[in-house]
């Protein structure tokens, strides 16, 4: 297949690169490079274009055929979502709306969205299904459910067909360890847990150990990006036979609370951490899991990376490269 890639130098873009990549279709990344890095793409094309450039846009995919567009490409940071919501509605939703409008004009009709596990908010059941009722708590999550509110409507009324994947905790790195996770600011738990003990820096904040968990700590769900990558190829094969708009949950099923997570760091790294407990951020349930189940009947999706300490394992090596270059 011929695939463009929006977003495709991010950190589960760039891993979607090199998979389908290593499947031989042939990738087109297309980013803006505000969060992305350009030395996590090569060997393929790039377009370097801002989704709000319509004129831009619209040159560089005046009639080029693609058989289907995987779009990561937008901005993710929960907590800056609050601060800027306009930047977040704009980047998100008119960033994804001029997208699908070129695929419209260029006859494309088959996408994969990238999109979240906060499109549900707080979570009313241990694991969280596709039929679990969507009450955004955020501008972030609230962007990504009006995406995929117009992609049903766009797959309504046109011969379009889109997928849409809630992520819930994408983590660790490709084999190789020539890519991995590097965000600015970096807001995930793993790589601040390893780059804490790389750099050996001070003690580390949990927020809240007063949850009604196991251990008083937030359980999350954690899925390597390999794995997510792994479904995304899968999603078209799938809408040859499926038209339309569909949705599936992509994560673990298994839920890690932060503790598990850093005992897992220290026995992958064979260090100690330093952490203190302080109050807890506003709005952070106590869990959040997938229930992935269809994702597996209907993708027939398999999980390679099941182990924790796998997970982390991966991401250490990528983080260690990172320091020593």
Known sequence: MKLLISGGAGYIGSHMVKYAESFNHEVVVLDNFSTGHKLSVSNCEILEVDLLDKNKLTKLLKKRHFDGVIHFAGKSLV???????????????????????????????????????????????????????????????????????????????????????????????????????????????????????????????????????????????????????RAHLSAFDYMQKSRGFSSFNLGNGNGFSVLDIIESCMRVTNSSIDYKFVDRREGDPPRLVADSSKAKDLLSWNIEFSSLDEIILSAYEWHKKEQIS
Do not use: Q, W
């Open 79 to 229: 907590g800056e979502s609050f601060l800027r919501p306009d930047f977040y509605y704009e980047n998100n939703f008119i960033g994804t709306a001029n997208l699908v409008a070129e695929m419209l004009k260029n006859g494309i009709n088959n996408l994969v969205f990238s999109s979240s596990a906060a499109i549900f908010g707080m979570p009313l059941s241990k694991r969280i299904a596709e039929n679990h009722i969507k009450r955004p708590i955020n501008p972030y999550g609230k962007s990504k459910l009006m995406i995929e509110e117009m992609l049903t409507d766009i797959c309504n009324s046109y011969d379009f067909n889109a997928t849409c994947f809630r992520y819930f905790n994408a983590a660790g790195a490709h084999s190789s360890a020539s890519i991995g996770e590097a965000h600015d600011p970096e807001t995930h738990l793993i790589p601040i847990i390893l780059k804490s003990i790389i750099h050996k820096k001070d003690s580390l904040k949990i927020f809240g150990n007063d949850y009604e968990t196991k251990d008083g700590t937030c359980i999350r769900d954690y899925v390597h990006v390999t794995d997510l990558a």
